[in-house]
């Protein structure tokens, strides 16, 4: 009888080890072993990848978080941007306002100031001659380039104050020019009142003869002395401005002295009086 065991020989010792099973032991072994080296590559490949797409999510992450940080810096600085801007828009406005009354401001004082110049050369001009003629010449000059008057007529009353007759004019012929009442008559009117009259239902490039665009007395002090009738202005004059009316007024109360100073210097020969004139005039 034959047996596939090994045997030790007679009377040797104790049976020699089993190589086949310990061998199979062994590769049993090795392979629960390959299956745990196996398993751990394979964890360890799972956790790696699972780390990679962590850090991807945590990269994303980070970037979203510094994108919203960025977005919200930049949204912080529109507010702040947009809220100077209300600032200098406010500042804006108040300069601008201020700006636009200075600039009104100036203009007024600019006006003024043109107005002042054209009293100042008018009141010069009235007395800048000393010959009745060069006098008349002045105030026509003053009428025609500062007023603007194209038709107008100077009167002064008679002896009795009866009538005004006309002693000098300018654009209108000395047929359409007679002596005027005082009484029931536009220029008489003024001059009995002693008060301007301004025609303001129509232009004063409209007026005529009948109805002067204005008229205003000649005064030598509190007397009224004569009277100067503007009957039309140029064309481009449409209305009377402030300075008219003053310029009217200096007329009024500057014209007659001048006219009578320069035709007592006329009778006296144009000779200046002496100093005696001249001692005994303190207050």
């Known amino acids: 009888m034959s047996d596939d065991a090994p045997r030790s020989p007679r009377g040797s010792g104790p049976p020699a080890p089993d190589l086949k099973r310990q061998r199979d032991e062994f590769l049993q072994s090795y392979a629960k072993g390959a299956r745990l080296t196996e398993d751990f590559v394979q964890e360890y490949e799972r956790l790696r990848h699972r780390l990679r797409e962590l850090e991807e999510e945590n990269a994303e992450l980070r970037t979203k978080v510094e994108t919203g940080a960025a977005v919200r810096e930049l949204l912080e600085k529109i507010r702040a941007l947009e809220s100077e801007k209300r600032e200098l828009t406010s500042r804006f406005h108040q300069a601008e306002a201020v700006s636009s009354e200075f600039i009104q401001r100036f203009k007024q004082v600019e006006s003024e100031f043109a107005n ?16 009745p003629r060069g006098v008349m010449q002045r105030i026509k000059e003053v009428l025609a380039q500062l007023v603007g008057a194209e038709r107008y007529c100077i009167y002064l009353a008679n002896r009795d104050q009866t009538e005004l007759v006309p002693i000098a004019s300018e654009g209108v012929s000395g047929d359409e ?21 301004i025609e303001e239902s129509t232009p004063p490039s409209e007026g005529s003869i009948e109805r002067p665009a204005a008229v205003f007395p000649l005064q030598i002090e509190d007397r009224t002395v004569g009277a100067v009738a503007v009957f039309t202005t140029l064309p481009q004059k449409t209305t009377f401005e402030a300075v008219d009316f003053e310029l009217f007024r200096l007329i009024a109360q500057q014209a007659a002295p001048a006219l009578v100073s320069a035709s007592l210097f006329a009778r006296a020969g144009q000779e200046l009086p002496g100093l005696e004139a001249f001692l005994d005039l303190s207050v």
Do not use: C, W
């Open 177 to 197: 020019l007679s002596n005027v009442r005082v009484e029931g008559t536009p220029i008489g009117e003024v001059f009995r009142r002693s008060d301007e009259r």
């Open 116 to 131: 002042l110049a054209n009293l100042f050369v008018a009141s010069s001009q009235l007395h800048s001659s000393l010959s």
